[in-house]
């Protein structure tokens, strides 16, 4: 069973940067056919898709977040990562990991990030 674990400083000021990190366990995140996205619910609104990283390492973004949002990979570790830069108050979320591989849907617990200053 594939398993999913946000972490990350979760209390950031304005125009920092911030990096995420999900550790995956129980399948490798190079594995066909696999995608690993990073979702966000700000508080009181519903889910946003901020990007996805293949398992082939392509990469591809929500346009509105793409010039400040960027996805990575340690394929040594296992592990993804989000990198927020320019941080806004607009940012504050849950901020999720999502693996999907062939019609199963594996999510993270979530990790809360708040911007202010």
């Known amino acids: 069973q594939v398993q999913l674990r946000e972490s990350g400083p979760g209390l950031v000021k304005p125009s920092q940067t911030l990096t995420l990190t999900c550790t995956v366990s129980?399948?490798?995140?190079?594995?066909?056919?696999?995608?690993w996205s990073w979702i966000r619910q700000p508080p009181g609104k519903g889910l946003e898709w901020i990007g996805v990283?293949?398992?082939?390492?392509?990469?591809a973004y929500n346009t509105s977040l793409v010039s400040r949002f960027t996805i990575s990979r340690d394929i040594a570790k296992n592990t993804l990562y989000l990198q927020m830069n320019n941080l806004k108050p607009e940012d504050t979320a849950v901020y999720y990991c999502?693996?999907?591989?062939?019609?199963?849907?594996?999510w993270g617990q979530g990790t809360q990030v708040t911007v202010s200053s």
């Open positions: 999502n693996g999907i591989f062939l019609g199963s849907n594996y």
């Open positions: 129980g399948g490798s995140i190079t594995t066909n056919h696999y995608a």
């Open positions: 990283i293949a398992y082939d390492g392509t990469t």
